[in-house]
Every structure is written in C-alpha cells, then in structure tokens.
Nanobody, 115 residues
Framework: QVQLVESGGGLVQPGGSLRLSCAAS????????MAWYRQAPGKQRELVAT???????NYADSVKGRFAISRDNAKNTVYLQMNSLNPEDTAVYYC?????????WGKGTLVTVAS
C-alpha cells in the first residue's frame, strides 16, 4: 500500500503564495510520475501540474507562470509552489502518484483565496 499525506493548505489573500507538500510512504518502490489536481466547489477535478520521475513538468494553462511543481526523490515528496493566487484558485488540492502503474490519491488539502 501507498500512503500520501498532503500539507500546506490554508487561507491566503489574493496575490499571496502557498506551498503544498505531499509525502509518499509505504510500498513506493518504482514510484513514477507525481501530480497535483484540484477540485473547486461544484466543478470537476482538474489536473494542475505533473512531474515525471526524470523531472519533466507540465502545467494547466490556468496556472502556467504562477505555479511550480517540484519533487525530492530522496524524500519521496512532491511540492507545489503557488504564487499570485486568485480566488479562482480556491479548491481542494489532491496529490496523485503513480507507483508500478497504479494511481494513488491523497485525501486533499483545502486552499482558500479570499480577502
């Protein structure tokens, strides 16, 4: 089994920044791509950013230039640095990890952008 624990969510003012973390533990030999998704109230879950085991990244158009995904392979942790946040970024953010072709999800961390 693989466990994912997210942290770093909270309330931030528009224009502010937050850094999310997601630590993977358990049977994580062969861990592959890691990603962040988000789900806003009343909307479908959407992909925010991905990072491969080799470090290649991809972003949703809505966050390009504002968000940065990174990973620490030694700590089996993926990060999401979020800058210039706006109210449209308010959502529950979920970590997603692929381990030996199986997708695992974290429980999510709430990010609220409001003044």
């Amino acid at each position: 089994q693989v466990q994912l624990v997210e942290s770093g969510g909270g309330l931030v003012q528009p224009g502010g920044s937050l850094r999310l973390s997601c630590a993977a533990s358990g049977s994580i030999f062969g861990i592959g791509a890691m990603a962040w998704y988000r789900q806003a109230p009343g909307k479908q879950r959407e992909l925010v950013a991905t990072i491969t085991s080799g470090g290649s990244t991809n972003y949703a158009d809505s966050v390009k230039g504002r968000f940065a995904i990174s990973r620490d392979n030694a700590k089996n942790t993926v990060y999401l640095q979020m800058n210039s946040l706006n109210p449209e970024d308010t959502a529950v953010y979920y970590c997603n990890v692929v381990v030996r072709l199986v997708y695992y999800w974290g429980k999510g961390t709430l990010v609220t952008v409001a003044s």
